[in-house]
């Protein structure tokens, strides 16, 4: 079974500039998730996405953060424009529902670097 | 939902087990135990969950405590390999839909 799949795996950009990562799911997986992970600190929930609807954006910085996930599969997140804060590896996980009994799988991560 | 509370480091021999305690005291009725590790530079791996029973798998085995206050998640046999940041998190089982982690157990095999 294939994985959660993540791209690009590194980025750099400067300050001010606009970035995009694309998440796809393990097939078949309704609920999907994006997290911020700051070096030294578990991940931290951005957004959540059962099929193609919000669940949980409450800590999505809305600002300058948004993410959609059209059709129900794919999804992408986007930084515009970007801060030095926002230096992080971004994670998509994908889980079969929203349900607590299900385990979520965690995708490699891409690791920005805003400079 | 409850928040956890780990120690921020532990050490462990090759070849020992390796118990790794979570306190979880203000846990619900209804939310499972969650354990996740991290390998440096990787995702998150999940590991193993439970609501009330102990549970094994090929990997661990989840022992909670008879009030579910805490829990240990034992690695029965450690491996270099082993050496990963661990998460113990829990989640509504069913209608919630939050996932918090916190800083996790660095845990070090040493030969």
């Known amino acids: 079974e294939a994985g959660v799949a993540q791209s690009p795996r590194y980025k750099i950009i400067e300050k001010r500039q606009s970035v995009a990562f694309w998440c796809n799911p393990i097939?078949?997986?309704?609920?999907l998730y994006w997290y911020q992970q700051i070096l030294g600190q578990g991940p931290k929930l951005l957004i959540q996405?059962?099929?193609?609807?919000?669940?949980?954006d409450s800590q999505l910085p809305k600002d300058r953060f948004s993410a959609e996930r059209l059709k129900g599969v794919d999804s992408t997140l986007k930084i515009q424009p970007a801060k030095l804060e926002d230096s992080a590896v971004y994670l998509c996980?994908?889980?079969?529902?929203?349900?607590?009994?299900?385990?979520?799988?965690f995708g490699p991560g891409t690791r920005l670097t805003v400079t | 939902d409850a928040k956890t509370t780990q120690p921020t480091s532990m050490d462990c021999a090759e070849g020992r087990a390796a118990n790794l305690p979570c306190n979880h005291s203000t846990i619900s009725g209804n939310e499972y135990v969650y354990w996740y590790r991290q390998i440096h530079s990787q995702g998150p791996q999940y590991i193993i969950h439970?609501?009330?029973n102990n549970e094994t798998n090929e990997m661990a085995s989840l022992i909670i405590t008879e009030d579910r206050k805490s829990s240990t998640l034992i690695l029965p046999h450690a491996t270099l390999r082993d050496t990963a940041v661990y998460y113990c998190i829990v989640r509504v089982g069913t209608g919630g839909f939050k996932t918090i982690f916190g800083a996790g157990t660095r845990l070090f095999v040493k030969a």
């Open positions: 996980a994908s889980s079969l529902g929203l349900a607590g009994v299900y385990e979520q799988y």
């Open positions: 439970g609501l009330k």
């Open positions: 996405f059962q099929n193609n609807g919000v669940v949980d």
């Open positions: 097939s078949g997986h309704a609920t």
